[in-house]
């Protein structure tokens, strides 16, 4: 094959790497949002649930008060987990602030 044919060509060993990296990164960015999307609605789930069943056992059971209360405070400790969960995903928050926590730390000792 001629050099300046092989010089000029499109299809090198460097553009397909640079092709088959920028696929990956894109696939595993709509890999990793999917995952972040079913997360979040799992646990944003799992909370309406703890909250309806809270109120059925309530409704249903006169006995079974402390169930309920169980139940609903479950609910609300999962929709809480969503809410920090969620938040760090979109704005990570948690590593700087351990950082400031550890800062804070060193300072008082």
Do not use: H, Y
Not at 47 to 67: Q, Y
Not at 68 to 73: H, I, R, W, Y
């Amino acid at each position: 094959m001629d050099p300046k044919f092989r010089r000029w060509r499109l299809l090198t060993n460097e553009t397909k790497r640079l092709f088959k990296r920028e696929v990956n990164t894109l696939a595993s960015f709509w890999i990793k949002g999917v995952t972040t999307g079913l997360l979040f609605l799992s646990l944003l789930a799992m909370s309406v649930l703890f909250g309806e069943l809270s109120i059925w056992v309530t409704n249903s059971f006169e006995s079974a008060r402390a169930t309920g209360a169980a139940l609903d405070l479950l609910s609300w400790l999962c929709l809480a987990a969503d809410i920090l969960w969620l938040s760090n995903r979109i704005a990570p928050w948690v590593t700087p602030a351990k950082r400031w926590l550890a800062s804070r730390n060193q300072k008082r000792k």
